[in-house]
């Protein structure tokens, strides 16, 4: 015998719809418009002036924070995918980098390693965020914010800087010291900012920890 078939007068109640065919496409939506959202506001943080450093031709600016706001709040996929969007804009010449740059030009010069290490650093960020996430504090943000956005961003920026300013490893290395006091003042912003967010509307939404089977 199957299921009662609905001319059958059972009292079998009609199945209902499986919940994700509702809910699928709204969370797509909201990915779409999480990632959009993120990639604005690098772009908005593109609006404050660089600022010039001695040593190497890679200024200070305030983008750094955007990416590590988009892997903190957004977690890895997210975040990522956010800072790529950003990188696509810009490549068509959008000029929404810092200083109203923007074009292929910019992938192939001293900053192109800060810029191709962006999204790699979001999803760093995002990822080290939901490791730490069921214990997540703005201690551990900071600390995923250092590693993701501070070592993963100068390791993959500081030899790309050395191959297109013509300049030694070395100098670029000791160049970018004038990039750290601003870029912890950054992860700590971003750092209090995602523990913020986690505590009134988080983003990042984990599966529920399963029953261990005997």
Sequence with gaps: MGSCPPTVRCGCAPEPLPAYRVTSGSVKTRDLAYVALFAAIVAVLGVIPPIAVPLVPVPITAQTLGVMLAGSV????????????????????????????????????????????????????????????????????FLANVLGGIVVIYAIGIPFTSVYADVSLSASFVGSFSFLPGDLVKALIAALVADGVRRSYPVIELPARQPAHS
Excluded: C, K
């Excluded at 810009?90 to 980098?97: D, F, H, K």
């Design 74 to 141: 957004l977690g890895a996929r997210r975040g990522g995918l956010a800072l790529l969007l950003f990188l696509a804009v810009v490549a068509v010449g959008a000029p929404v980098l810092s200083g109203g740059h923007g074009g292929l030009g910019v992938f192939v010069g001293p900053t192109a390693g800060y810029l191709y290490s962006w999204p790699v650093a979001a999803f760093v960020i995002g990822w080290l965020t939901q490791l730490f996430w069921r214990r997540f504090n703005a201690a551990y943000s």
